[in-house]
């Protein structure tokens, strides 16, 4: 049974272009997350995918944007790249929304703006 | 609203000896915790959660952790701490607010010396 998968591993981009990312889920599970993590912080929340709609929306511009397709894999989409914008970006995935739903984190794509 | 703190940056120790890695919280309400782990180049694994249950939670490869209510503590331990333990560790909390929205702390970066 494979895990959370993301693509791609890493990516190079130069300021003001527009980046998109993707993830898979695990199986069975309907919702994605995704999260920031910047070099040296933890994960930060961008937002969250539910029945194909955003559900929840962390501290994040609008140049940020998602989408969740009806197999429940989702991409995330940054516009005009900003050279703080490169981090690395998790999905996670999970079977529901409660609180005592555990969180399956994918290995990650690396995003370097210069 | 929800927070993490945890309280050391670096943690140090020798191959065979305990491992502790603290943590506060800072929640109105009963909260879910998590501890998750880091790998270099990979992505996050959990390692224990707490959802109300017993207050002594036993994790993966030999971690545990106590929820302290008094003391809003919810520190990791290890009775023997391997080479293999050496990672970034991240306490978590989940957003009460809705929607499984998780809260990282800064993370604890742990060595393990020969």
């Known amino acids: 049974d494979a895990g959370v998968t993301q693509s791609p591993t890493h990516l190079i981009k130069t300021r003001g272009q527009q980046v998109t990312l993707r993830c898979s889920p695990k199986?069975?599970?309907?919702?994605v997350s995704w999260y920031q993590q910047a070099l040296g912080q933890g994960p930060q929340f961008i937002f969250q995918y539910y029945e194909e709609e955003e559900r929840q929306r962390g501290n994040f511009p609008d140049r940020f944007s998602g989408h969740q397709f009806p197999n429940y894999s989702s991409e995330l989409n940054v516009n005009a790249l900003l050279l703080g914008d490169s981090a690395l970006y998790l999905c996670?995935?999970?079977?529901?929304?409660?609180?005592?739903?555990?969180?399956?984190f994918g290995p990650g794509t690396r995003l370097t703006v210069l | 609203a929800q927070s993490v703190t945890q309280l050391d940056s670096h943690v140090s120790v020798s191959e065979g000896t305990p491992v502790l890695l603290r943590c506060n919280y800072s929640s109105s309400y009963s909260p879910s915790l998590f501890w998750y782990v880091q790998h270099p180049n990979k992505g996050l694994q959990l390692l224990l959660k707490?959802?109300?249950?017993?207050?002594l939670v036993k994790g993966i490869n030999g971690f545990e952790a106590e929820f302290k209510k008094s003391e809003t503590s919810f520190h990791l331990t290890k009775p023997s701490a391997h080479m293999s333990d050496a990672a970034e560790y991240f306490c978590?909390?989940?957003?009460?607010?809705?929607?499984?929205?998780?809260?990282f702390g800064a993370g604890t970066r742990l060595a393990v010396h020969p």
């Open positions: 996670a995935s999970s079977s529901g929304t409660g609180v005592q739903d555990t969180q399956y």
């Open positions: 707490y959802t109300s249950a017993a207050t």
């Open positions: 978590v909390v989940s957003d009460l607010g809705g929607y499984n929205k998780l809260i």
């Open positions: 199986s069975g599970h309907d919702t």
